[in-house]
């Protein structure tokens, strides 16, 4: 038996460690005790609801307390938590729902609306549970519930007994067409990437406090604000409001010096937003150690943060079917611009589209494998036939070996052939952000006169510029080989992104196309 809830929980209080902090923030502090205490009552009160073991428990809500214990109170009934966006519509939700075939829907009482016309969408929902103090609306033929009712029982909430195989959580993906697609981890995996990335990469401690910009909706954040500070014995910080350069600030600095984070995680979307904003350099005065994934961090972005507030920042690489960071640098030893190396534990190639190993220098397209790669995707066998390929994982990534060092070169349909060359937009982007007067970069391709496409840039001008085209496209002349330099240049107030930060080139490209612009 082997249950990911009591690895990441029960043993440190058998240990003696249940005094210790396990999760604090807005919502509310609990040490490991409490959290163990809080976590069987999920686990009993969802048992008490008719929750059997492997079925999916869907939860839309913000970063809280009673989320993480929600997560591993089904964990620990042996039924399988769906943490799911909540940016997500009513619509998006409700496909998920149905997609999922969800016993119970948890919601935030911010989310009631959306969660309610979701939930009248889904007819396999059997419970649909709120925070807060409303009793929520329901379909006729499910249960509602207030979710702190539900977790207030008496039950004893043993570990049901899974094994290191048994389906412990889906994690969907951000697709950027379509419906999502749902990838299956184990509970062994949950182990595994503390083991690997967590432990020997991060070095996380039990002093550690841990503070995410991701959320635990996603593969990234779940790692950071979950898995790493409760293997560890550590502490999360949980922040459940949309972060910005202010609010994170105030997070880092809280009054009492021994409440600061030691451990930051963001995106480099965000590392350029915090760049961007008026913070003291002494903001992260008590982190060891920033983090970056998601996509891939410029090495401007690195070497300015580092000057501004002295932390050096760890790029990496993961994947939602990989449930964590599986390359990335090491600290003291950072390489910027590179993903850096495979995190032990895990083995990477980088092939053709013939799926044969290429030669070091020559791009190609990076596949994984370790013990954390999910089962495959739920329900969609085509693709999972596509993607997991035997042991290894076609992440859909383009890079290529640099002396023993991996650089991102773009997602595999996000690369430029321009004038029958491959244009790497991450190498334009990281050009365009060496110019002081650029915040924010991302190049696309879009089509000139005679359809064939070429690089162009869309820039968020950095405060006070009034940076030009002209000088932009003279900077990158100066830096980069003339197929590489962008033909047009659009300056815009923001970047689209995802809800977990990663900047949508499609919606930029398909815009510029649309509006009939060309290259």
């Not at 391709?445 to 968020?460: E, F, N, S, T």
Request: hydrophobic fraction near 40%.
């Amino acid at each position: 038996m082997f249950n990911a809830c009591t690895y990441l929980v029960d043993r440190h209080v058998e240990s003696g460690g249940g005094d210790r902090t396990a999760v604090t923030g807005p919502g509310g502090t609990l040490t490991y005790a409490e959290l163990l205490e809080r976590v069987r009552r999920m686990a009993s009160g969802l048992r008490g609801l008719g929750v059997r073991p492997e079925e999916r428990v869907l939860i839309y809500m913000p970063d809280s307390p009673d989320m993480l214990a929600l997560i591993l109170g089904a964990m620990r009934a042996g039924a399988v938590p769906v943490p799911v966006s909540t940016m997500m519509t009513a619509k998006d939700l409700a496909e998920v729902l149905r997609d999922s075939r969800a016993r119970v829907l948890a919601a935030g009482a911010e989310f009631a609306a959306a969660a309610e016309e979701a939930a009248r969408l889904a007819p396999d929902l059997a419970a649909f549970l709120l925070t807060g103090d409303t009793p929520p609306q329901a379909p006729e033929w499910a249960q509602s519930h207030l979710l702190a009712k539900v977790a207030d029982n008496d039950g004893i909430g043993d570990p049901y007994p899974t094994s290191p195989d048994s389906s412990a959580l889906w994690l969907y993906t951000s697709g950027t067409t379509g419906l999502p697609k749902a990838a299956v981890h184990r509970h062994a995996s949950i182990r595994s990437v503390y083991e690997t990335y967590g432990a020997q990469v991060l070095g996380i401690r039990p002093g550690d406090r841990c503070l995410s910009v991701p959320k635990l909706f996603f593969a990234y954040g779940i790692g950071n604000s979950c898995f790493f500070p409760l293997a560890a014995g550590a502490s999360a910080v949980l922040e459940p409001s949309r972060p910005t350069p202010a609010l994170i600030a105030e997070r880092l600095c809280p009054d009492d010096p021994a409440e600061r984070p030691t451990l930051f995680f963001g995106v480099p979307t965000f590392y350029a937003a915090l760049l961007a904003a008026d913070l003291p350099p002494e903001t992260f005065s008590s982190v060891r150690q920033a983090v970056s994934a998601g996509e891939p961090l410029p090495a401007p972005i690195f070497r300015r943060f580092g000057e501004r507030f002295g932390v050096e920042i760890l790029d990496g690489i993961g994947a939602t079917e990989a449930l964590h960071i599986f390359v990335s640098n090491r600290p003291g030893a950072v390489r910027p611009g590179t993903t850096g190396t495979p995190v032990p534990g895990y083995d990477v190639r980088i092939v053709d589209d013939a799926g044969a190993e290429v030669a070091p220098g020559t791009p190609g397209h990076l596949m994984v494998r370790g013990d954390s790669i999910a089962t495959g995707y739920w329900c969609r066998t085509e693709v999972t036939r596509r993607v997991f390929q035997g042991e290894w994982l076609r992440t859909g990534d383009t890079y290529v070996d640099e002396g023993g060092s991996l650089r991102f070169l773009g997602r595999s349909d996000d690369m430029i052939k321009a004038g029958g060359i491959w244009v790497s937009p991450s190498e334009v982007e990281a050009r365009l952000l060496e110019h002081p007067g650029v915040a924010q970069a991302v190049v696309v391709a879009v089509p000139d006169g005679d359809g064939l496409d070429k690089p162009v840039a869309g820039i968020v001008r950095a405060g006070g510029s009034s940076l030009t085209e002209d000088e932009v496209i003279a900077f990158c002349r100066e830096g980069l080989a003339s197929f590489k330099r962008p033909r047009a240049v659009f300056f815009l107030d923001t970047l689209p992104t995802t809800a977990t930060g990663k900047i949508q080139r499609y919606i930029l490209r398909d815009a510029l196309r649309e509006s009939g612009v060309t290259s």
